[in-house]
């Protein structure tokens, strides 16, 4: 076992190793294109870079909070809610990011690492109303270890920032919960804070298992197939970023635009009708950004144009002789961003008076993940994920 391996391991014990199923994965025919480079650079200044701007801005969230519950404390509440708030869509916004693009420590484990920073569509409110009456009434028999990703993550900071109704959301009454009153927003801030703290220490660990000084993650994908790293080979690497990047299949063009429009099935039941159960930030009605970010996030890695500029697919498709794919691929992505800029910035007003803007960017994502499935796949010679249907849904 390689040194990049084994420190990899100690920071994440619960998270399973590095390599998952990639010798299964086969290896292209030599072709002269660089893998190695490629993953190199996306894992340095690409991926990378996200991991370390969350967690930076993730550290951020908890004093915000903390400042809001003592103002909510001397009655002089100001402008430290909507401070709170602001700093939670930055931290969620880089998560966006990062969450485009879900390889190495975050996905292992079934992404366990994932679901504990950022749980949705999980989240359960009523779970959450339970903790905000027990945590307040008794601080010290709340641990957060013990708590379900339905309860914890950045949604249920959401929820208890963005959350104004009086009402609980369980069948019957959670144990202290009518005792609260007017403490209620309080409560929710408390919580919040708790909950806040956890995941920037998630997003300081997640950092960590990927920096070439910690579980060098980074390392792990750019010597694919050396000594060092425990992944078989450059092209099994390449297919670990490749399966990342159909995010945009499921949860961007299925869930956050199909499913919340009414284009695919949905929990409401409805047909070319929004489902707003359906939504992601609902409460605090940013899905627009969300879908924006993870389409300029997938335009990074395709490209390879981040901070630095360096190789991508777009190159690896060159180099294996399909420079016309590459092209238009690029295109495709760049469409579907410029349809997501075209969205109101409130993604409800666009559900309920610009819905055709929400129809048009999810036919735009629709072309990016039609080729995925089919040229992109086929010319590289990767593997679809095995949760990603192939029938051009």
């Given at each position: 076992?390689?040194?990049?391996?084994?420190?990899?391991?100690?920071?994440?014990?619960?998270?399973?190793?590095?390599?998952?199923?990639?010798?299964?994965?086969?290896?292209?025919?030599?072709?002269?294109?660089?893998?190695?480079?490629?993953?190199?650079?996306?894992?340095?200044?690409?991926?990378?870079?996200?991991?370390?701007?969350?967690?930076?801005?993730?550290?951020?969230?908890?004093?915000?909070?903390?400042?809001?519950?003592?103002?909510?404390?001397?009655?002089?509440?100001?402008?430290?809610?909507s401070d709170a708030k602001t700093v939670w869509n930055a931290t969620i916004d880089?998560?966006?990011?990062?969450?485009?693009?879900?390889?190495?420590?975050?996905?292992?484990?079934?992404?366990?690492?994932?679901?504990?920073?950022?749980?949705?569509?999980?989240?359960?409110?009523?779970?959450?109303?339970?903790?905000?009456?027990?945590?307040?009434?008794?601080?010290?028999?709340?641990?957060?270890?013990?708590?379900?990703?339905?309860?914890?993550?950045?949604?249920?900071?959401?929820?208890?920032?963005?959350?104004?109704?009086?009402?609980?959301?369980?069948?019957?009454?959670?144990?202290?919960?009518?005792?609260?009153?007017?403490?209620?927003?309080?409560?929710?801030?408390?919580?919040?804070?708790?909950?806040?703290?956890?995941?920037?220490?998630?997003?300081?660990?997640?950092?960590?298992?990927?920096?070439?000084?910690?579980?060098?993650?980074?390392?792990?994908?750019?010597?694919?197939?050396?000594?060092?790293?425990?992944?078989?080979?450059?092209?099994?690497?390449?297919?670990?970023?490749?399966?990342?990047?159909?995010?945009?299949?499921?949860?961007?063009?299925?869930?956050?635009?199909?499913?919340?429009?009414?284009?695919?099935?949905?929990?409401?039941?409805?047909?070319?009708?929004?489902?707003?159960?359906?939504?992601?930030?609902?409460?605090?009605?940013?899905?627009?950004?969300?879908?924006?970010?993870?389409?300029?996030?997938?335009?990074?890695?395709?490209?390879?144009?981040?901070?630095?500029?360096?190789?991508?697919?777009?190159?690896?498709?060159?180099?294996?002789?399909?420079?016309?794919?590459?092209?238009?691929?690029?295109?495709?992505?760049?469409?579907?961003?410029?349809?997501?800029?075209?969205?109101?910035?409130?993604?409800?007003?666009?559900?309920?008076?610009?819905?055709?803007?929400?129809?048009?960017?999810?036919?735009?994502?629709?072309?990016?993940?039609?080729?995925?499935?089919?040229?992109?796949?086929?010319?590289?010679?990767?593997?679809?994920?095995?949760?990603?249907?192939?029938?051009?849904?």
């Amino acid at each position: 076992m390689g040194m990049r391996t084994a420190s990899l391991l100690v920071i994440l014990v619960a998270c399973g190793n590095g390599g998952g199923d990639d010798d299964q994965t086969p290896d292209a025919p030599t072709d002269g294109f660089d893998r190695n480079a490629m993953l190199t650079h996306l894992a340095t200044h690409v991926m990378l870079p996200m991991q370390a701007e969350f967690a930076q801005t993730a550290a951020t969230l908890p004093a915000a909070i903390d400042a809001y519950c003592d103002a909510l404390e001397a009655g002089t509440v100001g402008t430290t809610l909507s401070d709170a708030k602001t700093v939670w869509n930055a931290t969620i916004d880089k998560w966006q990011r990062a969450e485009a693009l879900l390889v190495g420590p975050a996905a292992m484990d079934n992404k366990t690492l994932r679901d504990k920073i950022y749980g949705w569509p999980l989240l359960t409110s009523c779970n959450l109303d339970r903790d905000t009456a027990s945590q307040f009434a008794d601080p010290g028999s709340y641990d957060i270890s013990l708590k379900l990703v339905n309860a914890r993550s950045l949604a249920a900071v959401e929820y208890l920032l963005y959350a104004t109704a009086t009402a609980h959301a369980c069948l019957a009454t959670p144990a202290g919960w009518d005792a609260l009153g007017t403490n209620l927003p309080l409560a929710r801030c408390r919580l919040a804070q708790v909950i806040a703290t956890d995941v920037a220490a998630q997003g300081a660990v997640l950092e960590t298992a990927w920096r070439a000084d910690g579980g060098d993650y980074v390392g792990e994908l750019g010597d694919a197939g050396n000594s060092g790293s425990s992944i078989t080979s450059a092209q099994a690497a390449a297919n670990e970023v490749s399966d990342a990047m159909f995010f945009v299949d499921t949860m961007v063009k299925d869930m956050k635009l199909g499913e919340a429009a009414g284009i695919t099935i949905n929990v409401c039941g409805t047909v070319d009708e929004p489902c707003l159960r359906e939504v992601e930030h609902a409460l605090s009605d940013r899905a627009s950004f969300s879908i924006r970010t993870n389409l300029v996030a997938l335009r990074e890695v395709f490209t390879g144009t981040a901070a630095v500029d360096g190789p991508g697919f777009d190159d690896f498709l060159i180099g294996v002789g399909h420079a016309e794919v590459a092209e238009r691929m690029t295109t495709l992505i760049d469409a579907a961003i410029a349809a997501a800029n075209a969205l109101p910035d409130s993604y409800l007003t666009a559900l309920a008076s610009d819905y055709a803007k929400v129809v048009a960017t999810h036919t735009a994502v629709k072309e990016i993940t039609d080729n995925l499935k089919t040229q992109f796949v086929t010319l590289l010679n990767l593997e679809i994920p095995d949760d990603v249907a192939t029938d051009n849904d």
